[in-house]
């Protein structure tokens, strides 16, 4: 028996190694224009490997084409991509649409004489006169000064650290509203709750945005370093206007506050804005007025 199956085996694989021979004759001189030897072996490797290379270029041509659009499941991402980008398209519109509407309807008014006339006693002017004696120096005054910084002019008490942290920094508010929360750091509220009914957020300081990115807690939200080791955070905005990198000035704007509809009435909505100092927060009402 045993001898059986080694034969039977021996068999098989010559049967597999027995080479076949095709060739392709001249009809009219019957000479052999071309041939080929090959085994039931050479010819499943050759099926196999003939397959395999179908199925790779198969495979670059649906990675690399737009057929893998057809494909079930592929497309899902790339659609819930462009439907975000379109929802945030629209929204920009309407926030632009919104302010167009505002500002046809406020030069309606001005050719219609609704608006009234801002009278020349509002404004915030003032002229000083060089001979005025009300602001000249007194010879008492002039003796006190000379005094004083003759006896500060060797005195070391005073050091670099007593120096005001906000000396030759103006803050700009960032928007116009309601304070409805305020600084308290008990409470983990590191900042002020603006409540605003939807404008421009504009910078506090000049400086360099180094972060923006979208929290599921506060929304949009976008950091900006500033001189003298200030960072100033607005936290739940409707859209930035700036990307990590940019500079920007005192007062320009940096992303907008939207307005949602309720009922014919304004939705109100707000801002989470804090100030901090070498890694401390610190209370923003104590350098800008709201």
Same mark, same amino acid.
């Given at each position: ?24 004759? &001249? ?19 050759? /099926? ?16 690399? *084409?737009?057929?893998? &659009?057809?494909?079930?499941? %592929? ?7 462009? @439907? ?10 309407? *926030? ?9 309807? !406020?030069?309606?008014?001005? /050719? ?9 006693? +509002? ?6 006169? @060089? ?22 002019? %060797? !005195? ?26 305020? /600084? ?33 807690? !506060? +929304? ?7 001189? &003298?080791?200030?960072?100033?955070? %607005?936290?739940?905005? *409707? ?33 989470? /804005?804090?100030?901090? %100092? ?8 104590l350098y800008i007025t709201f």
């Amino acid at each position: 028996m045993a001898k059986k199956k080694v034969k039977n085996r021996h068999s098989f694989w010559k049967r597999l190694n027995f080479k076949y021979r095709l060739s392709i004759l &001249n009809e009219n001189t019957l000479d052999e224009t071309w041939k080929l030897r090959v085994s039931m072996f050479n010819g499943i490797v050759m /099926f196999f490997g003939f397959f395999l290379l179908l199925m790779i270029i198969t495979s670059i041509i649906i990675i690399t *084409t737009p057929i893998r &659009n057809y494909l079930p499941g %592929y497309l899902d991402s790339e659609i819930r991509e462009q @439907a975000i980008s379109a929802a945030i398209q629209v929204d920009s519109l309407e *926030t632009k649409q919104r302010y167009q509407e505002v500002y046809i309807q !406020n030069i309606l008014d001005i /050719f219609e004489g609704k608006v009234d006339s801002i009278p020349m006693s +509002g404004v915030d002017t003032i002229r000083i006169a @060089a001979n005025d004696r009300s602001l000249q120096n007194t010879e008492r005054e002039l003796r006190f000064r000379e005094r004083f910084e003759e006896e500060e002019k %060797y !005195n070391l008490a005073t050091s670099p650290s007593d120096i005001s942290m906000t000396e030759g920094v103006t803050f700009f508010r960032p928007v116009r509203g309601v304070i409805s929360d305020r /600084f308290n750091i008990p409470m983990k509220h590191y900042g002020v709750t603006i409540v605003i009914s939807g404008e421009t957020v504009v910078a506090t300081l000049e400086g360099s945005v180094v972060y923006t990115g979208y929290d599921a807690e !506060n +929304g949009y939200v976008i950091q900006i370093q500033h001189k &003298n080791g200030f960072i100033s955070l %607005y936290k739940g905005v *409707t859209m930035l206007l700036k990307k990590t990198g940019d500079s920007v000035r005192t007062g320009e704007a940096i992303a907008l506050m939207g307005v949602e509809k309720e009922k014919n009435n304004d939705k109100r909505t707000s801002l989470q /804005f804090e100030l901090w %100092y070498r890694g401390n927060p610190v209370n923003p009402e104590l350098y800008i007025t709201f």
